[in-house]
């Protein structure tokens, strides 16, 4: 398994973007970054580093506010933010809705489905 990926992780607020990196960085996947796609108004910023793997992250509206109660925006503030995020949807590699899983459950997934993903010598499939 090749712990060199470029791993580009994006998603709407509170998905758990910047958790799942630093937990990637503490497995080893020390080339993972978070992309505040969601807030900016360039549709291919996730593509901008030619990540390896692109992550996409979601969660609802309800367990956003659960886990950042300062979130004070509604539906539509998330559905905005899902427009912005078209483009790394349609080309996402790996796809984990967050919503069901703790912290530890996400990273378990996104290992296993970069691991999915890899030949035996690392290599993209």
Partial sequence: MDKNLKIAVVGNCAAGKTTLV?????YGYKDSYNVPQEH???KKLWSRYEPDI??????????????RPTISWGQHRLDEQK????????NM?????TDPYNIDEVLEIAINKIKERSDINGNIR
């Fill in 22 to 26: 630093k937990n990637l960085k503490k």
């Fill in 40 to 42: 900016s108004i360039v």
């Fill in 54 to 67: 692109l992550i996409y992250l979601r969660c609802s509206l309800p367990i956003a506010k659960k886990r």
């Fill in 83 to 90: 427009k912005k995020l078209a483009n790394a949807y349609e």
């Fill in 93 to 97: 590699d790996i796809f984990i809705d």
